[in-house]
């Protein structure tokens, strides 16, 4: 765990609650994390591939109209922030799972997924770094 770990993950637990609250991820909340994956895959390529694996399949079902703009920059993100294409794609699957447990559980078709990529990625970066 490194000092910018409590900045960062206050800033994600602030866009989950938003989504979750609104529906909605604004760009006000999400370009900061847009830029600094910008910002370290200039450093490290590997950031931006993993941002774009995990934005990938959230593209497509935006084309779809199947979910936001906003979970696809978010995936972008978070999938960055892996900085690992395999985890990068765990996180998209376990998304994925936890927004089916939680449409069970609710008895809901239409749920937010900001907060299940946000608690996704917060537990794999839990348990691999």
Do not use: E
């Amino acid at each position: 765990m490194t000092l910018a770990t409590i900045p960062v993950g206050l800033w994600l637990s602030a866009i989950a609650v938003r989504d979750a609250r609104t529906r909605r991820i604004t760009n006000t909340l999400l370009w900061p994390g847009v830029v600094a994956v910008a910002g370290m895959g200039v450093a490290s390529p590997a950031v931006i591939v993993a941002g774009l694996i995990a934005a990938s399949p959230y593209l497509l079902a935006w084309l779809l109209r199947q979910c936001g703009g906003g979970d696809v920059k978010l995936a972008l993100v978070v999938g960055g922030l892996t900085a690992d294409w395999v985890i990068a794609m765990l996180v998209v699957l376990l998304a994925a799972i936890l927004s089916a447990i939680a449409a069970l559980v609710a008895r809901s078709s239409s749920l937010p997924h900001g907060p299940a990529l946000v608690g996704a990625t917060a537990l794999l970066l839990g348990v691999t770094h």
